[in-house]
């Protein structure tokens, strides 16, 4: 006698996994459209006098020899400046760290790249512009406390003048420029606000040499100081985040890391808005990914562990 599906493993609590799982999943069916909104933070560890812990944060290496920042945007991607990228070389991202250097393998991933994506626009050094690049990791990272996305703003997104945000990275972000700055063993981390355009224009515009016919900061770049410390020496690609209605976005990306020669200078970064639709193209909209696909990942997760009792 045939035996059907539904009479496997006969009993009265037989189906009862079965249904909770359904119920489940139509829960977080249900919810998907709030996991989008979920972006990582950054925290503290309780009781020490240390910096935050950035679970965005990427270390940008070849041969594991750290050359710049960047930050996760996706569960398989992530975001740096064009100019970090030196030819055909093999790169890999270590995350989940604030050191460069003697990290715990239980809460560190090192991925390699699997992808190089330059914008099209980038010019190279001499005339930077698209100064961005999205890296395709060869393994999705594992979300955790300390390995987590920051979100992306949207193109229409007006980012004020003296929106306070933070720049990171293992450069000298909180000294003078120096030609043979050393990088730094611990993260580094310092408060900035966005700079009108044209006043950081006309900053750098004292020290030009070429004509003053096109401005030097262009519509798809954006300055960000804290008026005395020189925050410009941070790590070529790193981060620029804004903390904006309870959401951490990428609000830029360190393009002119070796531009300022005095304290006062402001950052200049590629201004992630102008960029927001190149990226979602390239990381496809209709692809399951970030936070929505750690959630599905660990559900699943859920779904092939055994479950035990009635």
């Not at 070849?62 to 975001?79: F, K, P, R, T, Y």
């Not at 830029?252 to 402001?266: F, R, T």
Request: with cysteine.
């Amino acid at each position: 006698m045939a035996t059907s599906p539904g009479s496997l493993g006969a009993g009265p609590g037989a189906a009862r996994p079965w249904r909770l799982s359904r119920r489940l999943l139509l829960l977080l069916l249900l919810l998907l459209p709030l996991l989008d909104a979920v972006c990582g933070k950054p925290w503290w560890s309780e009781g020490l006098d240390v910096t935050r812990h950035w679970p965005w944060e990427v270390s940008l290496r070849i041969e594991n020899e750290h050359v710049c920042g960047g930050a996760l945007i996706d569960l398989s991607w992530v975001m740096t400046a064009a100019h970090c990228i030196q030819g055909n070389k093999d790169y890999s991202v270590v995350l989940g760290t604030s050191k460069l250097k003697s990290w715990d393998p239980l809460k560190v991933f090192s991925i390699p790249v699997k992808d190089i994506i330059v914008h099209p626009k980038y010019w190279g050094r001499t005339f930077i512009m698209g100064d961005v690049a999205l890296l395709r990791l060869h393994t999705p990272a594992i979300f955790s406390k300390y390995v987590q996305p920051i979100c992306l703003p949207e193109p229409s997104y007006n980012l004020k003048v003296g929106t306070q945000c933070w720049v990171t990275g293992w450069g000298q972000i909180k000294q003078r420029y120096s030609a043979n700055s050393t990088l730094t063993p611990e993260l580094q981390e310092a408060e900035v606000f966005i700079m009108d355009n044209k006043r950081c224009d006309r900053v750098y515009r004292k020290m030009a040499v070429v004509p003053h016919i096109l401005p030097l900061v262009m519509q798809d770049m954006v300055c960000a100081t804290n008026y005395g410390e020189n925050l410009c020496n941070g790590d070529a690609g790193g981060p620029l985040a804004c903390e904006v209605e309870d959401r951490w976005i990428l609000a830029g990306v360190l393009s002119w890391d070796k531009a300022c020669a005095k304290s006062q200078n402001p950052g200049v970064y590629s201004r992630v808005t102008k960029y927001s639709k190149w990226i979602k193209t390239q990381i496809g909209n209709g692809a399951l990914s970030g936070p929505r696909a750690s959630a599905w990942l660990l559900f699943l997760s859920w779904l092939l562990q055994p479950h035990m009792g009635p």
